[in-house]
């Protein structure tokens, strides 16, 4: 009984969500995917996009019609790398997880009011929380989430701090405050760990595939973990139809999780052109991130430790985005940012743009993104999206302002966003 009525209320909210349908008329459309605007006009219709044209569409009885007034239409944009319980600030790091999970709904509402309307959570946030915000409890962006963090004792997401005792020594639970990691050795655990994550809803599986900058004890160079821990953890994302993303900066790391399985590395800041190539050949996916690693070193309460190892993977970032554009390697577009950094968010847009065109960002930030999320295959239950394409999800933005010529307006979404659509149902709306 109770079963049924849970059902019913989803089915409900879903409804409601989209209930209106709309014509929005005379907008300049980037469709994701051409690096050009097209005059036209777009129809939606129970949140899907069901007509897109040139030529005047007749708007169905009902339709709510909006005046673009010459606008530019994109879809919304997509952030492939976020950690939305990673904000609660330095110094504050055994917060009791209600602290942890209202700081996130704050940053939440700041990606979707910067009109990020899909985020994939690169690990630590729990999928329970991305069921919330499709369940209208929470306001903010459609969630993909990886669950809790694997990482192996010493590794990038063994957190503890410097004299605390291992969790799973002293029959303790080896998963951190709000369980953002959890702490794995061995096949076994590895295997347990990849699908408890899946039965609460993960999406795809993150590891720490080797040293990294925010934790003590991991040289940057260290690999982590074992071929055999990866190829499981690979075999059982797999096995439910997804893929791994692994974080890892040295070509060693790189290679070893890729031999291994793994479909998409997160930073790769160290890896050698010899690598590059090989990931190209092998069609794998480096999402990495420029403004995070550029302002780290302000973060309130970083160690001397965090700041040596900054600066070495620092000094490869020019020359991997060299190599991204080299090799033509899909990259999408993220930001990784933690610590209450979120509001540089949308600088991430203006420092791309020193290195690509805006017109190759907004594509990064819509159908490369959208592409990469869809790696999720059955496990993604949102449709398709990150284009402006006729029976895709209506996700659209509405712009002051030509982000193809001047990709800054994106920095003032407050006062350059005009309309934030979301699935059909418009969240903001200052037209
Ligand atoms: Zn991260």
């Known amino acids: 009984m109770k079963?049924?009525?849970?059902?019913?209320?989803?089915t409900c909210l879903s409804i409601s969500a989209h209930a209106e349908n709309y014509l929005i008329e005379n907008v300049r459309i980037f469709n994701g995917v051409d690096a050009?605007?097209?005059?036209?006009?777009?129809?939606?219709?129970?949140?899907?996009?069901?007509?897109?044209?040139g030529n005047p569409i007749e708007a169905p009885q009902g339709t709510i019609i909006l005046d673009g007034d010459n606008r530019v239409l994109t879809p919304g944009f997509i952030d492939l790398h976020v950690h939305l319980n990673a904000h609660v600030p330095s110094g504050q790091d055994d917060a009791h997880a209600t602290v942890v999970g209202a700081v996130a709904a704050d940053v939440a509402r700041h990606f979707l009011d910067s009109g990020f309307t899909t985020i994939r959570d690169a690990g630590g946030t729990h999928p329970h929380f991305a069921r919330a915000i499709e369940l209208g409890t929470i306001y903010g962006p459609r969630v993909f989430p990886s669950g809790a963090v694997l990482s192996q004792t010493a590794g990038h997401g063994d957190?503890?701090?410097?004299?605390?005792?291992?969790?799973?020594?002293?029959?303790?639970?080896?998963?951190?405050?709000?369980?953002?990691?959890?702490?794995?050795?061995?096949?076994?655990?590895?295997?347990?760990a990849v699908r408890e994550n899946l039965r609460f809803g993960a999406t795809q599986i993150k590891i720490m595939g080797g040293g990294g900058v925010m934790s003590d004890y991991d040289p940057i160079y260290s690999l982590q973990p074992t071929p055999a821990e990866i190829r499981a953890t690979v075999q059982a994302a797999s096995d439910f139809g997804t893929y791994v993303l692994a974080h890892a900066y040295t070509s060693e790391a790189v290679r070893r999780l890729v031999d291994n399985g793994v479909k998409c590395i997160e930073h790769g800041l160290l890896i050698d052109d010899a690598t590059a190539k090989y990931l190209k050949e092998k069609n794998i996916v480096i999402s990495t991130q420029l403004v995070v690693f550029r302002e780290l070193r302000n973060l309130p309460g970083i160690t001397q430790t965090n700041l040596d190892k900054l600066d070495v993977v620092l000094k490869g970032q020019e020359n991997l985005i060299g190599l991204i554009k080299k090799y033509d390697i899909t990259t999408g577009f993220?930001?990784?940012?933690?610590?209450?950094?979120?509001?540089?968010?949308?600088?991430?847009?203006?420092?791309?743009?020193?290195?690509?065109?805006?017109?190759?960002?907004l594509m990064q930030a819509t159908s490369e993104s959208a592409k990469i999320i869809r790696m999720s295959g059955r496990l993604n239950r949102h449709g398709n999206f990150g284009e402006i394409r006729e029976g895709w999800v209506a996700d659209?933005?509405?712009?002051?302002?030509?982000?193809?010529?001047?990709?800054?307006?994106?920095?003032?979404?407050?006062n350059n966003l005009a309309l934030i659509m979301k699935g059909g149902e418009i969240v903001k709306n200052r037209l």
């Open 3 to 10: 079963k049924v009525l849970i059902f019913a209320a989803i």
């Open 396 to 414: 659209i933005l509405l712009i002051n302002g030509n982000p193809l010529e001047d990709i800054s307006v994106l920095r003032d979404p407050g």
């Open 36 to 53: 050009r605007l097209l005059p036209g006009h777009v129809l939606v219709e129970d949140g899907i996009i069901s007509k897109v044209s």
């Open 159 to 192: 957190s503890r701090h410097a004299d605390q005792g291992h969790p799973g020594l002293q029959g303790g639970n080896p998963y951190s405050v709000a369980d953002t990691h959890v702490i794995v050795d061995g096949i076994d655990q590895h295997l347990m």
């Open 334 to 361: 993220s930001t990784d940012l933690i610590g209450g950094m979120y509001p540089l968010l949308t600088r991430e847009f203006t420092e791309r743009a020193l290195y690509w065109t805006p017109a190759e960002v």
